[in-house]
């Protein structure tokens, strides 16, 4: 599991902290990645990243992608799909 934020690094490694994250957090203000799996969207004349969640299995397989502001409401519904995905 990891983390992607669309923050330059110094501004990830703060929030990283400050939340204690667990698992890696990446570094994406050019939103390479972001736009690579369908989570980079327009605003405005820019740029940004959606919030919302990936879940890709062992095999590499996209297996879920969901643009949810309020995803940390859905944890439940997120755990489950991360179970189903890594058996």
Avoid: C, N, W
Avoid at 2 to 23: N, Q, R, W
Avoid at 42 to 54: D, N, T
């Amino acid at each position: 599991m990891l983390s992607i934020s669309a923050d330059p690094p110094s501004e990830s490694v703060k929030m990283d902290s400050l939340l204690k994250g667990t698992f890696p957090l990446l570094s994406d203000p050019a939103l390479k990645v972001s736009d690579a799996y369908g989570m980079g969207v327009p605003m405005g004349s820019q740029r940004m990243a959606a919030m919302g969640y990936i879940i890709i299995d062992r095999q590499g397989r996209l297996r879920h992608r969901d643009i949810d502001p309020l995803f940390g409401e859905h944890a439940g519904r997120i755990l489950s799909l991360l179970k189903e995905a890594t058996p």
